[in-house]
């Protein structure tokens, strides 16, 4: 058969790179497709999913509820806060109560850590910046909060910034449920058969990782140079474990009720059908 190429688009975040290592780095055998990688923050990836640039992207589950029509959502890929999740931080202490009418800056208005900030409190002023300057934004006095993703979740305590809110708390108290935050979709015009193949080969990649956890987390280290080992260890753990491999019936759930109350709350604009690659 002839060789096709793929295109898997994805972030340049530690999580990611150790998710797709083993495809990255031809640990597997992947017959007659070849994977090419790209790389941009999770924004860009929303908004180039609106053109269906890549046959396969990660994108944010709340930037899925525009993208139904072109995509499906692969079953494995999913990054699921635990108890914890993107994080509201500020220079000075502040209530999470008193964050209604402040200026936040946030990583993008299609990411889902948008939408369960405008969950929390609908009315606050966003200020939209790559999710790498949020840090500068708060410390230098331009917003009075940011909304962090990543491994900035881990390092903001080191910058002198203070915790308003983990959404990821919140969310569990509020549900029971995890926090659905990301996810891999697929081109629905591959078609049944290709895109059965990519869905067993993501799996197979995810597994492999996590069977050799030491040199996956070795390749990860080069996209999270501002954290040690250790740090960078546990922030895979956070994102890339059982509920990655497969969405079960709690993560299922929790998808259809975030995307359920951001519709209600008139956040996104129109109920969201949830279709899986099976």
Known sequence: MPVRQITIA?????????MFYALATNKLQTGNLKFRHVLNDIETLNQKALSGEYEITAVSFHAYAYL???????NS???????YGPMVVSQVPLKPGKLKGKTIAVPGLRTTAFLILKLFELDFIPRVVSFDK???IVLKGQADAGL?????QLTYAALGLQKVLDLGEWWHKATQLPLPLGGNIVRRDLGPELITQISALLRKSIQYGLDHREEALNYAMQFAKE??????????????????????????????????MGCKRGIIGSPVHLEFAE
């Open 10 to 18: 994805h972030s340049p975040d530690s999580d990611d790179a150790f």
């Open 68 to 74: 139904a029509d072109k995509y499906l959502l692969l």
């Open 77 to 83: 890929g999913a990054s699921m806060g635990d108890r």
């Open 134 to 136: 949020i840090f500068e």
């Open 148 to 152: 962090i993703i990543h491994e900035g």
């Open 227 to 260: 954290l040690d080992p250790t740090l960078a260890d546990k922030f895979v753990g956070m994102y890339v474990n059982e509920r990655t491999l497969r969405y079960g019936e709690p993560e299922r759930k929790a998808l259809r009720l975030l995307l359920d």
